[in-house]
């Protein structure tokens, strides 16, 4: 029999600093995909797709892209917005789950304050979906160390939960799916902002506004998450 394999891809928005107005929230996310869904067939067209703005291959990271940073700085808004739409519509149509974790940083007292309750969520999640990832014979997590504390809370939570686990390092232009953990990120870090905040000027030029942003992408999404 096939063994099943499932890859996790997780990125994170913000850092695990104290509170400050410019890093108000902290978010991790988790991308699930079962390797027996091949989508190699949309990773291609993504990618043929995507020759238009570059004549190299090239990593969406969609933070930078939204508020026209890095390589983004040159191209026009429009070519802008359709790389988020593209790379958001091939994440919506792999078949791929989700879990997004957003802490607000003011409601811990420090750095340690906050990685202690990462970590109790980080365990409720899995523990109670223990049942759902114990039925694949291999699983294998892909992060690019961002944060070490993360790397080593997630190897220390794996380890008595599930037999046949591996963590690898990657690199954000290594893998579509990891490009779609930062797109989740960057959406749910917008959500929680929203709660207080206007959208920025670069926000409007991506999503028009707040009713569209939640209406055309932030709403659909959400069905993608495994609760």
Known sequence: MK????SIFIDESGDLGKYNKVTEFYVLSFVFHDQKN????????????????????FAIHSEPLIR?????????????REIFIKLFFFSMNTGITFKCFVFSKKNYQSTE????????????????????????????IYYDNGQLPIKYSIA????PLFKNFEIRKVLPSDYRLFQTADMIC???????????HPMSNSEKIIFNSKYDFYHDFMNSLKTKELK
């Open 68 to 80: 026209r940073e890095e390589m983004y700085k040159e191209m026009l808004p429009k070519e802008r």
């Open 38 to 57: 091949d989508i190699s067939s949309q990773i291609e067209k993504l990618n043929n797709s995507l020759t238009k703005y570059s004549k190299h291959p």
């Open 3 to 6: 063994r099943r394999r499932l």
């Open 186 to 196: 960057t959406m749910f870090l917008m959500d929680a902002k929203y709660q207080n």
């Open 156 to 159: 220390t939570l794996f380890a």
């Open 113 to 140: 304050s906050l990685l202690k309750h990462i970590a109790i969520e980080l365990n409720s999640y899995f523990v109670s979906n223990r049942k759902l990832f114990e039925k694949y014979d291999e699983i294998i």
